[in-house]
């Protein structure tokens, strides 16, 4: 790995097993945009220097081509650190920008299980906070229903939390909603802490609407 002693300068200020989300926020609040530079921090390969990179991008750079190779490269780190990674891109860079908006619009059926994920947790995004003023709703819930228990695990994840938003925020789609999650029985299982709202649509949409009335 060769670095530019500007890219190192901020490479050695990074500590994998100290560094926080909220430290690498400081150093590109410094840095601010500085596309170069991103791009020799990705070069390294490492999650946090990555998810730097991510922060200082050029957003009027990243199209359809550089968007594959970020893909590609996230695909090389583990599950968790991946997701991470592609969802920390969609909320800092790709939902910042009207042609990268664009672009998450028509990932539904990408060949690329992480841009399949983006497209869905924009929808879902998109619903937080009660917005639900969207004409695709009945469309996506149908696709949800036909294909959700055959897809990656990645974007399993994504099409049920979308489903999670229609039925917590929209009661006539809420019974539908909960069914979806009966009817696969993904997350049925899945232990959460204290505290955390499980992804298992017929606990998760009773919960989330009883956060409403409190």
Not at 19 to 30: F, Q, V, Y
Not at 111 to 125: E, I
Not at 187 to 207: H, M, N, Q, R, W
């Amino acid at each position: 790995m060769s670095l530019s002693s500007k890219s190192k300068g901020i490479y050695d200020q990074i500590d994998p097993s100290m560094t926080k989300l909220g430290d690498l926020r400081k150093i590109a609040k410094e840095i601010k945009k500085d596309h170069d530079l991103a791009m020799e921090l990705w070069s390294t390969g490492e999650f946090l220097p990555r998810q730097l990179a991510i922060l200082i991008m050029d957003k009027k750079q990243l199209s359809q081509e550089v968007i594959n190779q970020l893909d590609t490269d996230i695909q090389q780190h583990e599950t968790d650190n991946r997701n991470q990674l592609i969802d920390w891109l969609m909320a800092n860079q790709l939902t910042k920008d009207k042609n990268t908006i664009n672009m998450i619009e028509s990932w539904e059926k990408s060949p690329s299980a992480l841009q399949r994920r983006v497209f869905w947790y924009y929808q879902a995004r998109l619903r937080w906070m009660g917005n639900t003023n969207h004409s695709n709703t009945e469309y996506l819930l149908n696709a949800i229903e036909a294909n959700m228990v055959n897809e990656q695990p990645e974007v399993q994840w994504a099409m049920n939390y979308t489903a999670g938003q229609i039925g917590k925020w929209q009661e006539e789609y809420r019974s539908r909603c909960i069914s979806i999650g009966e009817d696969t029985g993904l997350y049925k299982d899945e232990v959460v802490a204290k505290g955390c709202t499980p992804s298992y649509l017929p606990k998760f949409i009773p919960i989330e609407v009883a956060k409403l009335k409190k």
